[in-house]
């Protein structure tokens, strides 16, 4: 279906109150665009190290809503247009003018779909739910991944990275503490690998849905992996929940920033001789994940890399 998409240029300072006033005439769901840099929590909530270098900010900014082609939008700008006329008798907003384009309907859930197509890392096959194994693969290992909303297809080096580790160190005693499981990847890898069981942390509520198709679709029974919603690193609820003393690997593919303060809580969910795989880190930060390894007591034991990424390896004595 085409929307008509209407995007309205005003200033960063009457964002708020404009679509609050957008949304008591029935417009909801407001796209921003704006040159304000981003906070430091802003960037947390992106999960990526490094982040271009925006724009100076101008103050300017431009609001865009979409309305339905058989409504009656020539009311309804009427209508907004004779609030903005209001607010801007007390306030600054800007230029105000309203430009009008068309836009597509578009399965934006679905779209990157069309990217992820099968691949091997080394010798195990990540192949998209969407797709067949090739009779030539059959006798391969295979792990069949749709990460839905959450992150982890496989394709990420950080997440390769990890994936050696655990090829390298899993063995069928191996109960595992994935934090960060996003679509389960590092478990359902480990549990192919023949670990006894796993547990996955995140913060990310998608990822109960996403580890638990995934791990329908890889014929892993469901009472081998557990998953916990909530931040292991401040939440004692969740530390209790996931256990003290009891994994035989760690695996935490997470930001360098997240890294830090994780590793010392980590270390008391570890068994002694335990192992943990950390990855997510651009190599400008591995000075800092491995100082903050070592200053939990743990040993490094492997620092590897791919690209630009990072993966350290420690022991607990
Ligand atoms: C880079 S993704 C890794 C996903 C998957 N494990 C992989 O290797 O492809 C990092 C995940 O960590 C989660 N995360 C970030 N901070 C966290 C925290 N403090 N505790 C648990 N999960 C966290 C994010 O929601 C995200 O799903």
């Known amino acids: 279906m085409k929307w008509n998409k209407f995007t309205l240029k005003t200033v960063t300072g009457a964002e708020d109150i404009i679509i609050a006033t957008l949304a008591e005439l029935g417009v909801e769901g407001v796209e921003i665009e704006d040159k304000v840099p981003l906070t430091e929590d802003d960037k947390k909530q992106m999960f990526v190290d490094i982040l271009p270098e925006g724009p100076a900010d101008d103050g300017i900014a431009y609001l865009s809503f979409y309305l339905e082609p058989d409504a009656d939008n020539e009311q309804m700008l009427a209508d907004i247009r004779e609030e903005l006329k209001d607010l801007s008798s007390f306030m600054d907003v800007g230029e105000c003018t309203i430009t009008e384009s068309q836009t597509e309907d ?17 010798d195990i096959l990540i192949i998209p739910s969407w797709e067949e194994v090739r009779p030539e693969d059959a006798d391969k290992m295979i792990i069949h991944i ?47 690998l023949g670990a006894k069981h796993a547990v996955g942390t995140d913060l990310d509520p998608c990822a109960i849905n996403a580890t638990r198709e995934n791990m329908e679709a890889n014929g892993i029974p469901a009472g081998q992996m557990d998953v916990m919603i909530g931040n292991i690193i401040d939440d004692k ?56 390894v070592k200053a939990a007591g743990l040993t490094v034991l492997e620092v590897t890399h791919q690209g630009e990424w990072v993966s350290v390896t420690a022991q607990k004595n």
């Not at 992820?116 to 080394?122: E, G, P």
């Not at 651009?282 to 994940?289: C, Q």
């Open 106 to 122: 578009k399965d934006w859930i679905n779209n990157w779909k069309q990217y992820f197509h099968q691949f091997y890392v080394d």
């Open 146 to 192: 749709d990460p839905g909303t959450a992150f982890g297809t496989g394709m990420h080096e950080t997440t390769q990275l990890c994936m050696r580790q655990l090829m390298k160190y899993v063995d069928e005693n191996t109960e595992l503490l994935d934090v960060g499981t996003g679509s389960g990847i590092l478990s359902i890898v480990a549990l192919k």
């Open 237 to 292: 609820a969740v530390q209790d929940a996931v256990g003290y003393e009891k994994y035989d690997i760690v695996a935490a593919n997470i930001l360098a920033e997240v890294l830090v303060p994780l590793t010392p809580v980590i270390v008391d969910q570890m068994k002694k001789g335990a192992l943990y795989i950390t990855s997510g880190i651009i190599d400008d930060k591995e000075e800092t994940v491995v100082n903050a």
